[in-house]
Structures are given as C-alpha cells and as structure tokens.
C-alpha cells in the first residue's frame, strides 16, 4: 500500500514539473522575457498546430510514416534474420563478423548521396537509405540474443526429436524476441532520424520538409509544429514497442 | 524389452589434452526396470545419459536395443533434466505437449494427453502460467510430465532432484514412483544420492571416478510398490553400506588425485 502511495506522488510530481515548464514558458513569452519570435508561447504552438493540420498536415506525415516505416519493414527482416543466423552458428559468425565491423562504423547517412546516383530521386532511394540504417542494429541485437540462449534448451528440443527446423522455432526465435525487440526500438530511433534528415535535404513534402520550410520562411510556429509532430510519431513508437515486448515475451522479468 | 550399452567410450579433445570420461561402460536392462547409476561427481554419468539420449556421440562403443543397434533405429527417449529445462517461453500446457510436438502433427491430440499428465502432477491449475511463476518442485514436476507424455521406450533421469530441497524431494521421489507404477517403462535413473537410488530403483550400478567404469551393481530386493518405509528396512542398510564402501573409496581416490 506504500510502495503504491509513493508511486501515485511520484506521477503527480511529474505532472506538476510538467505544467510547471510548460506554464512558465508561456508565462515568460507573453511578459516577453524571452524572445517569442524565437519562442512562442505553447498556447500559439498548439493554436498553430490545428491551421497546419488543416494545411495539408496528414499527408505530410502520411509520407513520413511511408519512408519511415517502408525503411524499418526492408532493413529489419533481412537484419533480424541474419541475425539469428549469425548468433546460432559459430562458424557464420566467424565469416560475417568482418563484414560487419567494416560497414557497421559507417554513418549510413553519408551513403544517400550514392543512393541517389544508384535509384534517383525518388521515394527508393530514401527507404533504401533508412533500410541501412536499421539493417545492422537489428542484425547485431538478433545475433546477441541468438548467441545468449543457453545451450540447454538446444539440448531439450534436441533429445525430444526436434530437427533443426525445430530448434529454429522453439529455441532460437522465441528465445531471441526480447533481444530482437529492443534492437528495433533502437534502430526505429535511428531510422527517426535518417527519414527527417533526408526530408530535410531534398523532399518538398513530409515533415522534415515542413521544418525547413518553416525555418526559410520564419515560420516558426510551424517550424515547432512539425517537431512537436515527430516527438508524437517517436513516443508512439516506443509506446508500441513497450506493448509489443509486455505481449509476445510474458516470461521476461519486469525491469 | 530389452536394452544394453556395449563398452562405451567417451574422449573428450584429443592429443595430450584430451580427458576421458567414460573408459568402456556396458550394463544391460530389461523390461520395465529400474536401474539407477550412482557415482562420485564428474564420473561422467551425466555423459552416458545424454549418450543414451542421442544428445553426444560416443567415442566407442554402441547401444543396442530389442536387438538392434542405435545407429539402425532412432531410440525414442525422453530425458529429464538436472534443472528441469523448461522452456522459458511457453507455458505449462506447452511445455508437456513439447514432449510429442516433433512424433506426430496432431496439434490437438498431443494438448489432450499434456493436459492428462499435468493433472498426473496435480498442476491442473497451472496450464497457462509460465516456469517463472512456478516453484522449483512445480517446474521439475512439468519436467516429469512432459517425460512421459512422449511415452518413451527408455526414460531418463538425470539427477531429477539434485536442486530441491530434501522435504519436496521426498515428495516428488514418491509422485514419480506412483506415476511410473501406472506407465511402467525402462527407467535409467542418474544420481549421487544413495537414499534415492534405494528408494526407486531395482539395481543400482555403482561407477568409478574419472575416467568412469562400472565397478559393481547391486540388487535392490524390494517388492513394489514401495513407500519411504523401504528406506528403513535391514536389507536397504546392507544395500547403503555396499554401495558406501565402493563410493568412500573412489571419492577418497578422486580428492587426492589431482584431475
């Protein structure tokens, strides 16, 4: 009953820190004691915030989500199940392992250059770009996950009759999802990023664009509705995520 | 039914730093017997079960069973593990069908007998809970159900009890007697425990240290079935002392000798 008291003050100081930020900054740009072209008090953000929505908004993120999640979709299958090659075989791991200490150190954007000379400038060329980027975190949290299963449970399968197939599905999957799942959580945050970068770049649409466009026009209500917009897209991954590892991976201990 | 391992070898590495672990094993059994192998740690018992289970291939040596040889036909064995291996990923009820999953495609059939050897258990209860949330007792109480529900022609027991404490033991040793009294099967049982291997089985094969032989097996006279006052009988004190004689030594010998 304590330990349930201190929980519910906690979430109530937060919440108090929260409004308090928030209540400050507004007060502080209507006095003017900050500079309100530079920051507007939130009540003008979140007014703003429904003008852009009208102003084609959706669409916008429509095309964000496109490249974002096209991007994870092409780079995290083929990551994670090379992944799970790699941690189960010793010996494919011996062989791969250069390749990916070689690539790996690579920041993947400075490769959308070469991207745009191999596909154009188009959409592929910017999933291909985020596809990079998450390629190797997946592959490398799936191949820690695949390596740190004990070997008894490769045992248990086995002496059950179990073929290789088997120990694929029962042991080395299932056994591999909480790893797996938070190297998707990892390279979501990166792939976050690659996609408003390249909109930032070279798109006329998508919220990347959205922000630079508000930043040449000084536009900077738009300019923060387009942040605010991507902070709502990054916490809903990570909210899906946290459910996602809650539902498929029951027997882990909760941290 | 009958059941023998012919002067198995077990080396391990090669060269000057290989170790050997078993140097030449044989012992047969037969019927629905009861054979326990008792030995001091790192005998190598635990090699010569995961032998029998398919799990390592011996160095020499062969297994033959009703007559024909390991290598003809793939022996059905179900092993019990030291800490009891479930999967941390499935459930009870998954957990016991994993023992038929990889026999027969019949998904519903194999869920229909797990559930009859978790009730076995008296773990009814707890179909969908994870190993997690079971106790060590409950979780080797799975172990044994999912044994037998792949209805084995041999079944193995590799120290089923070494991690629990002595009152849950005694009451699991007893559910295990009472279970295998109704599914009668060829049991090898591994353990360092004498008490145990009084308790359950009909003979007892005493091993060396490393590298590890037989060095005798021992009768076990009692009627079945059996409960816990077998244990203090004058015939299990005759069995206690024999098997303590061999087993003083070859401990004595393995602390001095440097491995």
């Not at chain 1, 992944?83 to 400075?110: E, N, Q, T, Y």
């Amino acid at each position: 009953m304590k330990a349930l008291n201190d929980k519910v003050v906690d979430r109530l100081i937060v919440a108090a820190i929260a409004i308090g930020l928030i209540g400050g900054w507004e007060l502080a740009a209507r006095k003017e004691w900050i500079e309100s072209l530079v920051f507007p008090p939130p009540s003008r953000i979140i007014a703003n915030f429904g003008n852009l929505w009208r102003n084609d908004l959706p669409r916008n993120v429509g095309l964000t989500l496109l490249r974002f999640l096209g991007g994870v979709v092409v780079g995290a299958v083929p990551g994670i199940t090379i992944g799970l090659c790699v941690g189960w075989s010793a010996r494919l791991r011996r062989i791969v392992d250069p390749f990916i200490a070689a690539i790996h150190p690579i920041p993947k954007i400075v490769l959308f250059p070469l991207l745009i000379v191999i596909f154009g400038i188009n959409e592929w060329a910017k999933i291909a770009s985020v596809a990079l980027t998450v390629f190797f975190p997946s592959l490398i949290n799936a191949a820690a996950g695949a390596r740190e299963i004990s070997p008894l449970y490769f045992e248990v399968v086995r002496s059950y009759g179990g073929r290789r197939i088997d120990l694929f599905r029962h042991v080395v999957l299932p056994g591999s999802l909480p790893m797996i799942l938070s190297g998707i959580r990892i390279a979501a945050n990166l792939g976050l990023l690659v996609t408003v970068a390249i909109e930032f770049t070279v798109t006329s649409a998508g919220i990347g664009s959205i922000i630079w466009m508000a930043l040449q026009t000084m536009r900077i209500e738009d300019l923060y509705g387009g942040v605010l917009t991507i902070a709502l897209i990054g916490i809903t991954i990570s909210t899906v995520i946290q459910w996602l590892l809650k539902r498929l991976t029951p027997w882990q201990p909760k941290s | 039914m009958s059941f023998s391992v012919h002067e198995i070898t077990k080396e391990y590495g090669a060269g000057s730093s290989s170790t050997i672990a078993l140097a030449g094993v044989s012992f047969a059994a037969r019927g629905a017997e009861f054979v326990s192998i008792v030995g001091p740690s790192g005998c190598g018992k635990t090699t010569l079960l995961k032998i029998v289970a398919g799990l390592i291939e011996p160095t020499s040596g062969h297994i033959s069973f009703n007559g024909e040889t390991s290598a003809q036909t793939k022996l059905r064995t179900s092993l019990v593990f030291q800490d009891h291996g479930l999967l941390p990923w499935y459930d009870v009820l998954q957990n016991v069908a994993l023992g038929l999953r990889f026999q027969s495609s019949d998904k519903a059939a194999a869920r229909e007998k797990a559930r009859h050897f978790i009730v076995q258990v008296g773990l009814e209860r707890f179909l969908h809970h994870h190993p997690h949330q079971l106790s060590i007792g409950m979780r080797q109480r799975v172990g044994i159900a999912r044994a037998f529900v792949a209805d084995p022609e041999i079944l193995l027991l590799d120290e089923p009890f070494g991690s629990l404490d002595a009152q849950t033991k005694l009451v699991l040793q007893q559910e295990l007697l009472r279970i295998w009294q109704e599914h009668r099967k060829l049991v090898v049982h591994v353990t360092h425990d004498i008490e145990e291997a009084i308790l359950l089985s009909d003979r007892i094969v005493v091993m060396s240290g490393r590298p590890g032989r037989i060095r005798e097996e021992i009768a076990v006279p009692f009627p079945r079935p059996r409960d816990l006052d077998v244990l203090g009988a004058s015939e299990a004190n005759e069995v206690r002392h024999r098997v303590w004689d061999i087993l003083e030594e070859e401990v004595r010998r393995s602390l001095w000798v440097p491995q």
